[in-house]
């Protein structure tokens, strides 16, 4: 036989209880003011680019893993040196960590020039890792800006090569090029610039 008719809709249930309220975490929320000013919550720091601090002139700034402000300051001075002579194999190949590979260059006079340095009352300075030294040259805008206000000290060349502490090879390092942007190796023995930080 044929389907009947469909019935009445029934009544609309009552509203069911209201659940328990979420839980709010706060985030980290960084902002970036008109002077450069970095912050992250009230603790991180309020160093900016360009700031001259600790015998040198800031010219990366990170927020770290700890929720603080960290970065890397260039020394207000430079020179000129060979990497190392004669070029023997020193395991200095880290392209992030500057420090480390400095500890490891021998009968260097790159490494020498700057583990000589005192300024701000620092003894901690080191030639720039390859990485170090591309922040650098990407930030030169900020550094020399700064240089360009300090009395006796010297601007970035936008025309140099600076060695980095990255070795690529026993008789090679890796230096950055300021006037092309660019990292590249030669020799050794080669004079370049170097820049502490």
């Known amino acids: 036989g044929a389907q009947g008719p469909m019935g009445l809709i029934g009544a609309t249930g009552p509203t069911g209880a209201t659940g328990p309220a979420g839980a709010y975490t706060a985030g980290t929320n ?5 002077s ?7 603790s991180a720091g309020t160093h ?3 700031e001259e601090f600790g015998g040198g002139v800031i010219y990366h700034l990170y927020i770290g893993s700890d929720g603080l402000q ?8 430079e020179s000129t040196a ?7 194999t020193t395991n200095a190949t880290r392209s992030w960590d500057g420090a480390h590979n400095t500890g490891l260059m021998t009968s260097s006079a790159a490494a020498t020039y700057v583990n000589a340095l005192t300024d701000g009352g620092n003894t901690d300075w080191y030639l720039p890792s390859i990485d170090e030294l591309s922040f650098l040259w990407q930030n030169r805008y900020f550094v020399n800006k700064a240089l360009n206000s300090i009395s006796g000290a010297t ?3 936008n025309t140099a090569n600076y060695w980095s502490s990255t070795e690529y090879y026993t008789t090679n390092a890796y230096y950055f090029n300021f006037n092309g942007g660019y990292a590249a190796a030669l020799n050794k ?3 370049y610039s170097v820049r502490a930080v």
């Open 155 to 157: 601007l970035l060349t």
């Open 189 to 191: 023995s080669s004079t």
């Open 82 to 88: 060979v990497w190392q002579a004669p070029g023997t």
């Open 30 to 34: 960084i902002t970036i003011s008109a």
């Open 70 to 77: 960290h970065g890397l300051i260039v020394n207000k001075s």
């Open 48 to 50: 900016y680019l360009g």
């Open 36 to 42: 450069n000013v970095i912050s992250a919550n009230s």
